[in-house]
Nanobody, 116 residues
Framework: QVQLVESGGGYVQAGGSLSLSCVVSGTIFGISRMGWYRQAPGKGRELVAFIVSGGSTNYADSVKGRFTISRNHAKNTMYLQMNSLKPEDTAVYYC??????????WGQGTQVTVSS
């Protein structure tokens, strides 16, 4: 059974930084893509960034140049470094893992609040 556990959310002033982590318990064999999503109050869940098995990354336009996604296979962990945070980045952030076989898993979410 695969479980994802996020950590690192919190409260920060605009312009500040936070780093999120997502630990994957269970097999990492067969993962095709790992990503971060977020959901702000009253809005739908949106993709923030993802990294594919080959290492290529992709970012939402709203976070390009400010956020960096990375992973550490040895630690079964994915990261999201968030710099120059803005109040509009306030949301619950979720990690997601997709497998080639079709399985799709989500973490429980971690709150990020950016004050103006």
């Amino acid at each position: 059974q695969v479980q994802l556990v996020e950590s690192g959310g919190g409260y920060v002033q605009a312009g500040g930084s936070l780093s999120l982590s997502c630990v994957v318990s269970g097999t990492i064999f067969g993962i095709s893509r790992m990503g971060w999503y977020r959901q702000a109050p009253g809005k739908g869940r949106e993709l923030v960034a993802f990294i594919v098995s080959g290492g290529s990354t992709n970012y939402a336009d709203s976070v390009k140049g400010r956020f960096t996604i990375s992973r550490n296979h040895a630690k079964n962990t994915m990261y999201l470094q968030m710099n120059s945070l803005k109040p509009e980045d306030t949301a619950v952030y979720y990690c997601n893992v997709q497998y080639y076989a079709g399985a799709d898993y989500w973490g429980q979410g971690t709150q990020v609040t950016v004050s103006s």
